[in-house]
């Protein structure tokens, strides 16, 4: 994807192919990491009215779903060794090594809630080490074909891009 919009986007397209083709809600889960990697696709979900269900990788522990997509599979996002506060890191030294092990064994988690389908969402050229670590036999990669909007800008830039286009005037 091009970013998180835009990997939206690719996922409503799949789960309206999916729906035409006799899956339904309960066959269908997208499971996220940390609420910023999730909240660009519930808007995206919301503003078109798709409902779909949407847990963490915590959260899914026991569950398995026909199909699931697993989002924020870029760089800085999956694996993130550095959730802990600088303060804590102070107090309490950080085992990298555990905290990267952990991060591996939650990927390989949200990997196995998926019976027949799996959709790694990743950013093209930003992609998590975890997602090169798969074998070739195994992947299907697929190139976002849309081309940037103005609709992708995240809320910052948004604004930026506004300011520019109003000194314009």
Request: charged share 35%.
């Amino acid at each position: 994807a091009l970013n998180d919009i835009d990997g939206a986007y690719f996922i409503l397209d799949v789960v309206k192919k999916l729906y035409s083709e006799g899956f339904q809600f309960k066959d269908i889960l997208i499971l996220y990491r940390r609420s910023r990697h999730i909240t660009p696709y519930k808007e995206i979900f919301n503003k078109t009215g798709t409902k779909i269900n949407i847990k963490t990788i915590h959260g899914s522990k026991g569950l398995e779903s026909r199909v699931v997509f697993l989002v924020g599979l870029t760089s800085e996002g999956f694996p993130y060794v550095w959730e802990d506060t600088r303060i804590i890191q102070v107090i309490k030294k950080t085992n990298l090594l555990k905290k990267e092990e952990e991060e591996r064994r939650t990927f390989y988690v949200a990997m196995t809630r998926a019976k027949e389908k799996l959709f790694l969402i990743s950013e093209k050229s930003n992609q998590s080490e975890y997602c090169d670590d798969i074998p070739e036999e195994f992947k299907k990669v697929e190139v976002s074909k849309r081309e940037f909007s103005e609709e992708m800008l995240s809320k910052v830039l948004k604004e930026t891009y506004d300011m520019v286009q109003v000194g314009k005037s």
